[in-house]
């Protein structure tokens, strides 16, 4: 059901904001404001194309997560953590799988004229045609959702993450902002899936643990009542 969203979602968004697609690179990268020059937002955005992906930030984050759980003795850190590698992995791959098989290319080669933006190569191991979806922008928005579950209050801030790493990839001149939007609609779906079927799990669990624990006691009371009934 939330794969199917997601290809509607690519689908309307690609009839709506595909056609802006170069236009919208370029003026992104020509962007300025103020304090926020040229410069400045290319640096910016160079910073986060190195630490918001999923080998820096999410394993990063995890690592962090189970220290506390360790410190603390508390497994729903741990748990957390497991669950942020788990949906990373899998959008990770995911990703890459798409990537592969669609094979469309990067804005440099359109603003070259060596492409079309929506001219799609196909199968292909070349990192030139492999914009579609930005892997950075499902790998952010996994987990910030994975985040958001686990510590509500955070929303916010973890919105303003996601959707600030991926207008960094079309300021980076990597994706084309329909990549950006796929991107992080794919991680999201992927992050509440694997948040979901944790806390499921989670909730079993704890079901079973307290099934047998009462299961533990009434064996115990029963015990205790054949003893006491044998006793003169």
Same mark, same amino acid.
């Given at each position: 059901? #939330? #794969? $199917?969203?997601?290809?509607? *979602?690519?689908? =309307? ?15 992104? @990268?020509? *962007? /300025?404001? !103020?304090? #926020?020059?040229?410069?400045? $937002?290319?640096?910016?955005?160079? =910073?986060? &194309? ?9 394993? !990063? ?22 669950? +942020?590698? +788990?949906?990373? +992995?899998?959008?990770?791959? /995911?990703?890459?799988? =798409?990537? #592969? ?18 001219? *799609?190569?196909?199968?292909? %191991? /070349?990192?030139? &045609?492999?914009?579609?979806? /930005? ?13 958001? *579950? ?8 973890? $919105?303003?993450?996601? $959707?600030?790493? !991926?207008?960094? @990839? ?12 796929? !991107? %992080? ?10 948040? @979901?079927? =944790?806390?499921? %799990? ?21 015990? &205790? ?8």
């Amino acid at each position: 059901m #939330f #794969f $199917l969203l997601w290809i509607i *979602f690519a689908i =309307i968004t690609g009839l709506l904001v595909g056609h802006y697609d170069e236009q919208s690179v370029l003026a992104a @990268r020509d *962007f /300025s404001y !103020g304090y #926020f020059t040229k410069d400045r $937002l290319y640096a910016m955005a160079k =910073i986060i &194309h190195h630490y918001g992906d999923f080998a820096v930030f999410t394993l !990063g984050v995890s690592a962090l997560l189970i220290a506390i759980g360790k410190a603390r003795a508390n497994a729903y850190f741990i748990r957390i953590a497991s669950t +942020l590698l +788990l949906s990373g +992995l899998i959008a990770g791959v /995911s990703v890459q799988v =798409i990537k #592969f098989s669609v094979g469309r290319p990067r804005p440099p080669l359109v603003q070259r004229g060596m492409a079309e933006a929506w001219q *799609f190569a196909g199968p292909t %191991l /070349s990192a030139k &045609h492999r914009s579609y979806p /930005s892997g950075h922008s499902a790998s952010i928005a996994t987990a910030m959702i994975v985040l958001s *579950f686990a510590f509500p209050r955070i929303i916010p801030a973890a $919105l303003f993450i996601a $959707l600030t790493a !991926g207008a960094s @990839r079309v300021v980076y001149n990597y994706h084309f902002p329909t990549d950006v939007l796929h !991107g %992080l609609a794919f991680g999201m779906v992927v992050g509440a899936l694997c948040s @979901r079927k =944790i806390a499921l %799990l989670g909730r079993r669990l704890r079901g079973r643990n307290q099934s047998s624990l009462g299961e533990s006691r009434q064996y115990k009371s029963s015990t &205790h009542e054949l003893s006491a009934a044998d006793q003169p």
